[in-house]
T-cell receptor, first 116, second 115 residues
Framework: AQSVTQPDIHITVSEGASLELRCNYS??????LFWYVQSPGQGLQLLLK??????LVQGIKGFEAEFKRSQSSFNLRKPSVHWSDAAEYFC??????????????FGQGTILTVHP | GAGVSQSPSNKVTEKGKDVELRCDPI?????LYWYRQSLGQGLEFLIY????????KSGLPSDRFSAERTGGSVSTLTIQRTQQEDSAVYLC?????????????FGPGTRLTVL
């Protein structure tokens, strides 16, 4: 069965600092990977996704993520964090077919706090 | 255009009562998903509708949970005989085509509290 692990429950960074949020997945085939962000009281918003091709993907709000098959990782990065980036971030893997088609399996989330 | 909407935004009910949660997907999206977000379990898939195909109900936690999608648009998630462990935020998402590469657009959720 597919699974996603986000090792860091809570990360605190200073505004302007760089950010890396970790995500490890377990999946038997080529994974379909997503990063979503959830602000307090809001639904989830897609930041970026990876299916194939270039392993470095660019997303909205200046985020990027790199797929590393050898490490089963899909870490999210941002070179300079803004106070408005404070939110909870979820990594997810999508199903490949059969009964898993279309549904997402999410990690437990990482809460990002940004200090001024 | 309008995003996914859900109603009510908050629902407080007593243990044993039935509740209905509504989801209006983005117009033209053929795929609709329900997820549950709770402190103990994180974000869990519940059910998936794609066009006229039989729904994937593999994530429903018990037979007290059911969902329908009428006319390929609006969906209702029904929880019968609610229990305290059903307290959670129920999120609905829609997608253009329901493929595994599809972007899912999420609504703001319905926060359910069972007393």
């Amino acid at each position: 069965a597919q699974s996603v692990t986000q090792p860091d429950i809570h990360i605190t960074v200073s505004e302007g600092a760089s950010l890396e949020l970790r995500c490890n997945y377990s999946y038997g085939a080529t994974p379909y990977l997503f990063w979503y962000v959830q602000s307090p009281g809001q639904g989830l918003q897609l930041l970026l996704k990876y299916f194939s091709g270039d392993t470095l993907v660019q997303g909205i709000k200046g985020f990027e993520a790199e797929f590393k098959r050898s490490q089963s990782s899909f870490n999210l990065r941002k070179p300079s964090v803004h106070w408005s980036d404070a939110a909870e971030y979820f990594c997810a893997v999508g199903g490949a077919g059969g009964t898993s088609y279309g549904k997402l399996t999410f990690g437990q989330g990482t809460i990002l706090t940004v200090h001024p | 255009g309008a995003g996914v909407s859900q109603s009510p935004s908050n629902k407080v009910t007593e243990k044993g009562k039935d509740v209905e949660l509504r989801c209006d997907p983005i117009s033209g999206h053929t795929a609709l998903y329900w997820y549950r977000q709770s402190l103990g379990q994180g974000l869990e898939f519940l059910i998936y509708f794609q066009g006229n195909s039989a729904p994937d109900k593999s994530g429903l936690p018990s037979d007290r949970f059911s969902a329908e999608r009428t006319g390929g648009s609006v969906s209702t998630l029904t929880i019968q005989r609610t229990q305290q462990e059903d307290s959670a935020v129920y999120l609905c998402a829609s997608g253009r085509q329901g493929s595994n590469t599809d972007t899912q657009y999420f609504g703001p959720g319905t926060r359910l509290t069972v007393l």
